[in-house]
C-alpha cells in the first residue's frame, strides 16, 4: 500500500508536466499558423514582382532593339566614311608625292621608301578597283620614275664609294696567313656603314616590289670593276717598288713584308750550247723595260713578273672572299651565286690568261731550246696547288666553266713543263761535240754547270716537278699520286740527265787530242757534279733510285786521276831503275854508256818542261783536288828523279854536268806545284 502524501505529491508532478506539454503544443501551433501567413503573404509579394516585371521586360526590349539597330547604322556610316576618306586618299597619293619623288632618295631613303609604299599600294587598288581610271596611268607613271630614281641612287651609291683596296692593305691581307705571330685580323671595308645600310634597303625594297633584277648586273658590273683595279693597282705596286727597291715580298715565300724583306735570289739563265738564249720571255722584259729602265736585268724583270702573278694569286683569293661576304648582305640569297660568278669572272679571266701567257712564252722558249723558261712556271705551279683548296671554297656554287680554269691551266703548266723537262734531258745527251766550244784549260764545261745549276733549282721545287712528272704517268701508280711515287720519278729524272750528261761528256772528251788533258776534262766534271750534288743535296734524293751514285763518281773521278798521272809515264820512264844501265861502281863507261845517261837526262829534262809548260795552262778549278793531284805527282816524280840524281851525280858521264844535270829535286817539286796554275 503505497502511502497516500506519496501519491498525490506524484498525480501533482504528472499533472504539471502534462499542463506544461499543452503549453508547448499551443505555442507550436501558433507559430505554424503564423509561418502559414507568412507563406502566404510571400508567395503573394513575389506573384506581384513577377507580374511587374514581366510589364517591364515588355516596355524595355523594344527600346533595346531600337537602340542597337541605331548603333549598327552608326558603325555603317563610320565604316562607309573611312572606306571613303581611304579611297579618296589614293587619288591624292600621286599629288602628295609628286614633290618627294621629283626631288629623289638622296639623303632621305626612308622617307622616299615610304612614299614609294604609298604609291604602291595606290597603284593596287585602281588595278583592282579601277583599272580605267587615269589615276592609275599617273601613279603608274610615278611609281616607275621612283623605281628608276632608286635604281640611279643605288648605281651612284655603289659607283661614288666603291674604290679599290689599296695595295698595302692587300699585302697586309695576303701576309697574315704567312705570320708566325698572332696579329690583328685584317679586314676589309669596302663600304662605308651607313652607305651599305642605305644599299641594303634599296635592294630589299627592289626585290620586294621594284621586281626588277637590273640592279644585280649593275653591282657585279661596279663591284667587277673595283676587283679587277685592285688587283691591277697591287702589280704596278709591285712593278714600281720591286724595280726601285729590288725588295719584294711573296706569299710564296714565308717571311715579312715589313719586317724581314727578301728578294727572291736571280735565277742564272739555264744555257745549251748550241742554242740561241737572248732572248727571255721577250714581250714581258720589252714591256716592263719601258717602265723599269733597261738597266733592270732580264732576269730581275722576270722575277718582278712572277712574283707579282702569285701575289695576284693569293691577292684575288682574298679580295673574292671578300666581295663574296659583301655581296650576301645585298644580294638576295638565290641569285648571290649567280652574281658572284659574274663579278669574279673579269678578274679571274684576266688572271687566268696571264698564266697562259706565261705558259706560252714558255712553249715558245723551250721551242728556241731555252729551258730555263720551265723554272718560271714552278714557283707559280706549286702556289696555284697551295692555293687550289682555297681557290676551290670561293668558287663554290659557280658554273662548272668557271670552275675549271684554274685546274685547266695547272694542267697546262703540269703539261708544258713535264715536256721541258724531258727535252732538256734530250738536249744534254745530244748536244754536240764542237772544239771550238771546248774550254781548251779542260775545266768545267758550261754544259755541266748549267746543267747542275738547273738541277739545283728543280730542287727547290722538288715536290712540284715530281707531280709535274706524276702528271704525265698513266700507270695504276701514278693515279695514286703519292708522294713517294713522285719523289722516284724525280728521282729517276734527275738520274736520267746526269747519265745523259755522264755520256756526253764522254763524247766531248774526245775532241781532246791529248788523252790527259782529255781526263782533266773528265776529272773537273765529274768531280764538280759530285761537289755540287753534294753541297746541294741533290745526292739524297738521287740515291732514292740509284744508291750507288756518290761512290760510282768517286771511281770515275779516280780513273780519270790515274788516266792523267799516266801522262808523266814517259818523262818517269827516262829515271826509272828498270831502264837504267848497269856498271860497276868505279869502271869507266863506255861511251855508249855515257851517251844512255846523257839522253836520259836530256829526255827528262825536255819531257819535265813540256808537260810542265802544257800543264801550267791546264785548270782544276777544286783546290783540294789540285792539290791532291800535285802532292802525288810530286811525290812519285821527285822521288824517282832523288834515286836517279844520286846514283849518276858521282858518275862521271860528260866533261859539262850542268847541261845535263839542269835541276835538283826540290826545283822539280817546285815545277810541278806549278801546274795547273796560269799564273805561277
Not at 102 to 128: H, N, S, W
Not at 330 to 340: G, N
Not at 509 to 535: G, H
Request: proline content about 4%; charged content about 30%; glycine content about 4%.
Amino acid at each position: 500500500m503505497i502511502p497516500t502524501d506519496d501519491a498525490s505529491t506524484r498525480k501533482r508532478e504528472i499533472e504539471d508536466k502534462l499542463r506544461q506539454e499543452q503549453e508547448t503544443l499551443n505555442f507550436i501551433k501558433e507559430s505554424l499558423e503564423k509561418s502559414d501567413q507568412l507563406t502566404k503573404n510571400m508567395v503573394s509579394i513575389l506573384s506581384s514582382f513577377e507580374s511587374r516585371l514581366m510589364q517591364l521586360e515588355n516596355s524595355i526590349i523594344p527600346v533595346h532593339k531600337q537602340t542597337e539597330n541605331l548603333q549598327r547604322l552608326q558603325d555603317n556610316v563610320e565604316k562607309t566614311l573611312s572606306c571613303l576618306d581611304h579611297v579618296i586618299s589614293y587619288y591624292h597619293v600621286a599629288k602628295d608625292s609628286e614633290r618627294i619623288i621629283k626631288e629623289g632618295p638622296t639623303g632621305r631613303l626612308v622617307e622616299y621608301l615610304e612614299c614609294m609604299g604609298k604609291i604602291q599600294k595606290a597603284v593596287e587598288y585602281f588595278q583592282d578597283n579601277n583599272p580605267d581610271s587615269p589615276e592609275l596611268n599617273r601613279v603608274k607613271s610615278l611609281f616607275e620614275k621612283g623605281k628608276e630614281s632608286l635604281e640611279t641612287e643605288f648605281r651612284n651609291l655603289l659607283t661614288r664609294h666603291s674604290k679599290p683596296v689599296p695595295p698595302i692593305l692587300i699585302l697586309d691581307l695576303i701576309s697574315t696567313e704567312d705570320e708566325v705571330e698572332t696579329q690583328e685580323e685584317v679586314t676589309l671595308e669596302h663600304l662605308p656603314e651607313n652607305v651599305l645600310a642605305d644599299i641594303i634597303c634599296i635592294s630589299g625594297w627592289l626585290v620586294d616590289y621594284g621586281r626588277n633584277q637590273d640592279f644585280m648586273n649593275v653591282y657585279y658590273q661596279i663591284r667587277s670593276s673595283q676587283l679587277d683595279r685592285s688587283l691591277r693597282g697591287l702589280k704596278e705596286h709591285l712593278r714600281k717598288n720591286s724595280s726601285s727597291s729590288g725588295v719584294l715580298y711573296s706569299p710564296a715565300v714565308q717571311n715579312k713584308r715589313k719586317d724581314t724583306p727578301t728578294k727572291k735570289p736571280v735565277k742564272r739563265p739555264v744555257y745549251i750550247p748550241g742554242h740561241d738564249h737572248d732572248v727571255r720571255f721577250k714581250h714581258h722584259v720589252d714591256n716592263l723595260n719601258e717602265k723599269h729602265g733597261p738597266a733592270a736585268g732580264k732576269d730581275d724583270v722576270l722575277d718582278i713578273e712572277i712574283d707579282a702573278y702569285i701575289h695576284c694569286i693569293s691577292a684575288f683569293v682574298k679580295l673574292a672572299q671578300s666581295e663574296y661576304q659583301l655581296l650576301t648582305e645585298i644580294i638576295p640569297e638565290h641569285h648571290q651565286k649567280k652574281t658572284f660568278d659574274s663579278l669574279i669572272l673579269e678578274a679571274l679571266d684576266n688572271l687566268i690568261q696571264e698564266g697562259e701567257s706565261i705558259v706560252s712564252a714558255a712553249r715558245r722558249a723551250i721551242l728556241r731550246h731555252d729551258y730555263s723558261a720551265v723554272l718560271t712556271i714552278f714557283p707559280i705551279l706549286r702556289h696555284l696547288k697551295i692555293t687550289k683548296p682555297d681557290f676551290d671554297q670561293v668558287l663554290q656554287g659557280t658554273a662548272a666553266s668557271t670552275k675549271n680554269k684554274l685546274p685547266q691551266l695547272i694542267t697546262s703548266m703540269e703539261t708544258t713543263g713535264a715536256k721541258a723537262l724531258e727535252e732538256f734531258a734530250d738536249s744534254i745527251k745530244n748536244d754536240p761535240d764542237k772544239e771550238y766550244n771546248m774550254p781548251k784549260d779542260g775545266t768545267v764545261h758550261e754544259l755541266t754547270s748549267n746543267a747542275i745549276l738547273f738541277l739545283q733549282q728543280l730542287l727547290d721545287f722538288k715536290e712540284t716537278a715530281g707531280a709535274m712528272l706524276t702528271s704525265q704517268e698513266s700507270s695504276s701508280s701514278a693515279s695514286s699520286y703519292s708522294n713517294e711515287f713522285s719523289k722516284r720519278l724525280l728521282s729517276t729524272y734527275i738520274c736520267k740527265v746526269l747519265g745523259n750528261l755522264q755520256l756526253n761528256l764522254l763524247s766531248k772528251s774526245k775532241v781532246y787530242e791529248d788523252p790527259a788533258l782529255s781526263a782533266i776534262f773528265l776529272l773537273n766534271n765529274y768531280n764538280y757534279i759530285l761537289k755540287s750534288l753534294e753541297k746541294c743535296g741533290l745526292i739524297k734524293l738521287v740515291a732514292v733510285t740509284q744508291k750507288t751514285a756518290e761512290k760510282s763518281y768517286q771511281e770515275h773521278i779516280q780513273q780519270q786521276i790515274q788516266t792523267y798521272q799516266r801522262s808523266w809515264s814517259k818523262v818517269i820512264d827516262y829515271i826509272n831503275e828498270k831502264s837504267l844501265p848497269a856498271f860497276q861502281p868505279g869502271a869507266k863507261l863506255k861511251d855508249k854508256e855515257r851517251q844512255m845517261i846523257k839522253d836520259k837526262f836530256k829526255g827528262f829534262n825536255d819531257g819535265l818542261e813540256e808537260l810542265c809548260k802544257i800543264q801550267k795552262a791546264w785548270a782544276i778549278p777544286d783546290k783540294e783536288q789540285r792539290d791532291n793531284i800535285r802532292q802525288v805527282q810530286k811525290q812519285i816524280v821527285t822521288e824517282a828523279y832523288n834515286t836517279f840524281l844520286q846514283r849518276y851525280a858521282t858518275v862521271s858521264f860528260t866533261k859539262n854536268p850542268e847541261k845535263y844535270i839542269k835541276y835538283r829535286p826540290e826545283h822539280v817539286a817546285e815545277m810541278i806545284d806549278k801546274l795547273f796554275d796560269t799564273s805561277a
